[in-house]
């Protein structure tokens, strides 16, 4: 997946960009500037397709649901347009998933003219990782000086990976290892919708939670090796969210 796949988008948010960056220039002046850090959690709708016959019990099969965490830390920098309206421009970080899976089996080798039966030990690792910039708004309805409600929404650029590496041991013994790898990587267009209630702890320090809605369009993994493959699916996230701003 390149980036050139999505040319209205990437239209969309370069214009975007532009209209966001010229709005802070016009506000610069209004003291209204934020900077703000934001955790949350959460967990995609994931799903594998495959030409291995694979059981619930298999490796593979168990990573597409263990696969699913959309954890993650953002920064952001804006600006309060007005008393109801401001814009932002986030980078955000996902956390790294890894698991391991391992399973042991007799098999057999030849050992000089006799057929042995000894122990294998294969182990499968997963290794997920996932980045984004974009930008976004967010319009706020005031109860109060201290509390309020707000809706919104982003679009962005993300960057995704998935390693899947294959291991096996017989026995310990030198020569009779083996291991293979593949990567995946993912970059395209996410949009996401969000909203939450904020309370002014002050005239700088505000809380905000909610929640959010996402997707990666296209964040499709596709590990293969020779006629076999398996492909991952990460749709859409669903998380909650707990964000702290400094306004200066």
Not at 31 to 59: H, M, P, Q, R, V
Not at 75 to 81: A, E, R, S, T
Not at 82 to 95: A, I, P
Not at 203 to 227: C, P
């Amino acid at each position: 997946m390149t980036q050139s796949k999505h040319p209205l988008a990437i239209a969309l948010l370069t214009s975007l960009s532009g209209f966001t960056a010229a709005t802070l220039s016009t506000n610069a002046a209004a003291d209204n500037w934020y900077i703000g850090a934001e955790f949350g959690a959460g967990s995609y709708t994931t799903s594998l397709s495959s030409n291995l016959d694979l059981d619930k019990e298999d490796s593979e099969k168990k990573a597409v649901n263990e696969l699913d965490s959309s954890n993650y830390l953002r920064l952001q920098f804006g600006n309060y347009i007005n008393k109801n309206l401001r814009v932002y421009g986030y980078m955000q970080v996902g956390d790294n998933t890894e698991l391991s899976y391992e399973e042991y089996s007799m098999g057999i080798i030849n050992i000089g003219d006799d057929l042995v039966q000894v122990p294998v030990k294969e182990t499968v690792q997963f290794d997920k990782d996932d980045y984004q910039l974009g930008l976004g708004s967010d319009y706020l309805f005031h109860f109060n000086d201290d509390w309020s409600v707000f809706a919104g929404g982003n679009l962005g650029y993300y960057s995704s990976s998935l390693k899947y590496t294959y291991k096996s041991n017989v026995a310990n013994l030198p020569g009779m290892q083996y291991s293979v790898s593949k990567t995946s990587k993912n970059n395209g267009v996410t949009a996401g919708l969000n909203a939450g209630v904020g309370y002014n702890i002050n005239e700088q320090w505000r809380l905000e939670t909610g929640a959010k809605y996402s997707v990666l369009v296209d964040n499709d993994h596709k590990i293969q090796f020779e006629d076999e493959y398996m492909t991952y699916k990460f749709k859409g996230t669903s998380q909650y969210y707990l964000n702290a701003s400094y306004q200066f």
